[in-house]
Every structure is written in C-alpha cells, then in structure tokens.
C-alpha cells in the first residue's frame, strides 16, 4: 500500500483528514526589526522604556541588557507573538518576551487559522531549519531575505488538530523546562557549596563529632607523585585500532569523553608515548592548552593516549576525588587563568603548574568533602541524563507527529 505522504505516522484517532500544502507567502506576513545604534540604547530600564531584543538576548551567558524608548509600533511585540532570526545564527525562534525587536529578526504574523505554538514547533522542525539555513546561503554571515522566508512550505491540519498536537507537545515542553531548572539549580548550589567548603566557611566533622585538623598549605609539586604532560611527538593515524589519541577537547563535564571519530594509533605509538610512565585509575586530567581549566579522571582504560593539550597528576596520599573538585573550584581556575600565558593558543606551563599553593585537610576530611561533592554530581548527572531523554522524546515525537 501506497503511503500518504499527506498525513503523519503518529496521529490521535479523532483526526483523519489530509494535511494541506501551502507556502508562507499564502499564509504568513513577515516584517522586519529596526537596527537602533548603541549610542541610542538605555543600559538600564526606565519609566515607557522596553528590552531591545537583540542577537545577544539569544546567548545563555549573556548579560548584557538593552532597553528603548519611542519606537514605532510596527518593531514591538508581545509575548504571543513568534520571531524568527533572519541572519546570522538565522532561524532561531523567540517567542514569550515583549519588546522591540532588532533589524536581524523577523516578526511573523499569522492568521486565527494557525496555532501559535503549532507555528513554533513547524519553525523548529529539522527539515524546516534546513530549509531556512540552506536558503540563507553559505556566506559568512547567513542572510535570511523575504522571499526567501515566504517560499516555505507550510504542510498543517485542521486548526483543532493543530491545537492538539501543540498542547501534547507543550505538556513535554514543560517537562523539559522543569528538568533544565533542576539541572541549574543544581549546579547553582554545587557552585555556591564550592565557594564555602574551599574557602573553610563549611567545616567537616569526624564520627565522633570533633573538629578535624587545620588545612595545610602546600605546593602542587609537594604533594603530587606524577605531574607530566601527553605527547609532543607525531603520531600516524592506524585505522580499526584500539588505541586512541585524545585532546583537551574531549574532556568535558568532568569526565572524558570519546566520539566516533577519535585518532586511531598504532599499538607501538601508544606504548612510546608511555614509555616512562602508564595512566592509572584516579589520575586528574587537566586541559593546559586552549581552554584552560578542564578536568577528568582517569578510569580503568589503558588505551588512552592524550596529546600534550593535557597535564596528568597523580597523588599516592590523597583522594584523588578530592583533588578532582579543588581544581574545579573558582580559586584554583582563577589561578590558573593568572598563570597561564597569552599566544595564539593560551597555556600553561607544567612548572607554573607545579608551583601552585592550594589547601589540604587531612584525608578523613578530604573523603567527606569529595563524597558530599560526589552525591552533588550525581544528582546532576541524573538530572541531565533524563533531560536529553525527554529532549530526544519530543526529537522523535517532531518527526512523527509532523508531515
């Protein structure tokens, strides 16, 4: 049997009419934002003042904030209206703030025919994004024009099952918002506990309820066994080999991570890179070129070989859990920002490494920290792990329930 093309393969029974074709032009009506220059923006809000939407407003670190006064009502827009960039990162969809929005966005008004959060996620459906990226062209500043934007094809049901399918999928919307939440705020506390075990405002006790000992202050170089870099030598790459040789890059989030396309080397390789000294399980992993400040553990792999982006330690006396969260704390990065040296690649040398002073309690202290931290990660981890599941739920839920 002949599949329609004109219906989705996941469907609610009440609904079995065709989807029907349509393209922007017929349906939409776009128009574009107003470029304001900076010398006549408000860094803070005041009385009849609105947020200038900008490409800024799009970056999850930014702070930076803008505000304007008297624009026309054609570049204003309320939380149920949908933009949409036009260049740059274009195709990026905003909707739910109010304001005044830039020159690089579009505001596309729809008619009572069309569901707003339908329209929201048909913007955010992978083949529509591919569409809009492919018609923006390959230049170095992708351009979204609007004839370009009209050609769209707009493929949609009834506005009942439009409105169906946009309340399920807002159901799981949420559920990701909650989950997002509970990762941040996780990791806001982790942050804040930080600052106040490793600046000693948050103090351990032993089982008996006593005070441990004061910390020590000592040199990374006193109390580190192995302090080296990787490799500095080149390497061929051998295809359908076991042996792996990494990069700073592929650590993140405090562990190491390995994708499908890693260097392969040979065996003899690999055992000349380690030919004075082998990884262990525990050994901390830190990036000293590039971005500065990435840690890991080592587990019990043996075929990993790191490039010299990395600095290994190993330290025999301490936890070496404890180790991997006081270099994640703010002080010991920062430290290693003021020591790290300013080139095409920024780095660290493994001197100025071995001369940093830190802090240490004694181990029954250090065990407790680490496994308070632990607890902390995992909550994390957990939170992540069910975040990218319900991100991938609703990736396939796009995929079925579209056209």
Known sequence: MKENKNIPRLRFHEFDEEWTHKIFGDVVKINQGLQIAISERLTEEEHGSLFYITNEFLREDSKTKYFVKDAPDSVKCSEEDVLMTRTGNTGKVVTGVRGVFHNNFFKISFPNSVDRKFLVNFLNLPHTQNMILRLAGTSTIPDLNHSDFYSLKFIAPSLQEQQKIASFLTAVDTKIEHLTKKKNLLKKYKKGVMLRIFSQRIRFKDAEGNDYLDWEEKKLSEVASLLKDGSHGTHKDVVGSKYLLLSAKNIQNGEIKIGADERQISKEDFESIYRNYKLRKGDILLSIVGTIGRVAMMTEQSNLAFQRSVAFFRFGDLNAEFMMQLFMSKNFQNELKRRSVLSAQPGIYLGDLAKIEIMLPC???????????????????????????TQEFKKGLLQQMFV
């Open 363 to 389: 181990l029954e202290e250090q065990t407790q920290i680490a496994n308070f931290l632990s607890a902390i990660d995992d909550k994390i981890k957990l939170a992540s792990i069910q975040l990218e599941k």
